[in-house]
């Protein structure tokens, strides 16, 4: 679905999405996510996205996922959860429409989330 006439997507907008079609247990179909990647970062008409799916209470169980409550600004109709672990970059053209946007504490979490997924540690640095 090419976007015609829209704005680049920027970190913390929620977006409708068409995913396509998954093997094995990704997210597929259209469905809201988080733009998370930084500004000016990638010459590829790419952006990182993080799927939202309905919230379940077991989710909070799980460190990669970030609850979202809806709200008019994030333009989410019900309990939501951002899984972090199904981070992935995508093709601009997949963006179908903008949604809102999450609060910059909730894209802070949900980068979190995205580090401690793949063990990212930040470096302690020693005084000489």
């Not at 990704?26 to 990182?48: F, H, M, S, Y």
């Not at 809102?100 to 063990?119: N, T």
Request: proline share 9%; aromatic share 8%.
């Amino acid at each position: 679905m090419p976007r015609s006439n829209m704005s680049k997507a920027i970190r913390g907008e929620v977006w409708s999405v068409n995913l396509g079609s998954a093997i094995g247990a990704e997210i597929t179909k259209v469905r809201p996510t988080i733009i998370l990647n930084a500004p000016n970062v990638g010459k590829l008409p790419l952006v990182i996205v993080v799927p939202v799916t309905d919230w379940k209470p077991v989710f909070a169980d799980y460190v990669w996922f970030i609850f979202l409550p809806p709200a008019a600004d994030n333009g989410l109709a019900k309990p939501s959860g951002a899984d972090a672990f199904q981070v992935k970059s995508i093709s601009e053209l997949r963006l179908v429409q903008k949604l809102g946007r999450v609060a910059e504490s909730q894209s802070q979490s949900i980068a979190a989330a995205v580090a401690l997924c793949v063990g990212y540690q930040h470096p302690v640095t020693h005084p000489n």
